[in-house]
């Protein structure tokens, strides 16, 4: 167990709907980081949060956004859902910006039909 | 930007062999991390082992240990003892220091199917 925990672990929804993924880093670890991971694709970084404020941005659709709340969880907000959405979505975790290694939560697979 | 190759799409091996698993990758920094991570079929991200690159002695986890090429920009992962648990996808993985904010750039990945 990375100490990493998403939820949920299956979404299923519709073209056009819009979703939450929600991750709860390891106690301790200030940094969120998030991934996709899609059949075809390797994991492509998307956003990273650190302490509360966006660091870095990766391959992140306009119709995607995240934020980091005071306790340190974050969510991942997909909108306007398309077909190409459906990826497995990481989030994963670390104590600071660069020695820490990452620790990764199980995904949440989203399917979008 | 930081690019990472894996040439091998997939890798086999026999129960209790050894196998090599190949990693390349291009930056014009000096210090970085380099890592290996394991998806099983259970797709969770599990970190195999790591390397710092000022450190010359090449890092052992176990049965999983690296090669560190720094000049030749190059990361393999030996897998010594192969056991079935071990079939997975294997991902190598490459991070900058604190100026990348810490993201990890990731390998396509690379299949290893352990035969009995």
């Known amino acids: 167990d990375s100490g990493v925990t998403q939820t949920p672990k299956h979404l299923i929804t519709a073209t056009g709907q819009r979703v939450t993924l929600r991750c709860s880093p390891r106690?301790?670890?200030?940094?969120v980081y998030w991934y996709q991971q899609s059949l075809d694709q390797g994991l492509q970084f998307l956003i990273q949060y650190y302490n509360g404020e966006e660091r870095a941005k990766g391959n992140i659709l306009e119709r995607f956004s995240a934020q980091q709340f005071p306790d340190l969880h974050s969510e991942l907000n997909l909108s306007s859902l398309e077909l190409g959405d459906s990826a497995l979505y990481f989030c994963?975790?670390?104590?600071?910006?660069?020695?820490?290694?990452?620790?990764f939560g199980n995904g949440t697979r989203l399917t979008v039909t | 930007a930081q690019t990472v190759t894996q040439s091998q799409p997939e890798m086999s091996v026999q129960e209790a062999e050894t196998v090599t698993l190949s990693c390349t990758y291009d930056t014009s920094e000096s210090d970085y991390y380099l890592f290996w991570y394991k998806q099983p079929p259970s797709r969770q991200m599990i970190l195999v082992i790591r390397?710092?690159?000022?450190?010359?002695q090449n890092a052992t986890e176990n049965r999983f240990s690296v090669n560190f090429q720094k000049a030749a920009k190059s990361f393999s992962l030996k897998i010594s003892d192969s056991q079935l648990g071990d079939a997975a996808m294997y991902f190598c993985?490459?991070?900058?220091?604190?100026?990348?904010?810490?993201?990890?750039?990731f390998g396509q990945g690379t299949i290893l199917t352990v035969h009995p």
């Open positions: 993985a490459y991070r900058s220091d604190v100026r990348s904010y810490g993201k990890l750039t």
């Open positions: 390397q710092e690159a000022y450190k010359q």
């Open positions: 106690s301790g670890d200030l940094s």
């Open positions: 994963a975790s670390s104590v600071d910006l660069a020695v820490s290694p990452l620790h």
